[in-house]
């Protein structure tokens, strides 16, 4: 079962600027990056390809985790859950934003088992249909996984 996870909404931009994207959802992101700014990468100096170092896109990006929350839930979704709450207000400014760019939501979770198993309610489906983004998602098995590869 999936017991810690993460979520992220990322907005993509080729024509706004972070400020202009957070004027636009009311919302300040947690992570941040203009166009030609550094990445992290390039802000620690690492010796990667110059299209690593900076921001070939505005990115703009809120997040989410499991830390904190209700030790009852067993869909693997309540970061998914509240973030998914903190954007529907916003849901109509985002479609906008896809004009010039695109809307992400990156999901991971880390299971306590080598199958990953989680829950996707009814009604989180609906509300991520409303946000209209797509969903990128990856299950970080347990302990054992590599014990029953090629089985």
Known sequence: MIRNNR???????DTYT???????????????GDIGDLTPSGRA???LKPQYL???RTLWSLHE????????DETGFSALRRLVERALPVADRLADLRNGGETIIWWSGDSDTMQGGFVLEVD?????????CPVYGTAFLGEGAEENEGS
């Open 54 to 56: 900076t921001y070939q």
């Open 124 to 132: 989180l489906i609906e509300k991520l249909s409303v946000l209209g």
């Open 45 to 47: 100096g690492r010796n």
């Open 65 to 72: 985790n499991s830390l904190g929350a209700d030790a009852e």
């Open 18 to 32: 972070v400020a202009q994207i957070s004027d636009m959802l009311g919302l300040e992101p947690e992570s941040f």
């Open 7 to 13: 979520a992220s909404l990322c907005v993509y931009s």
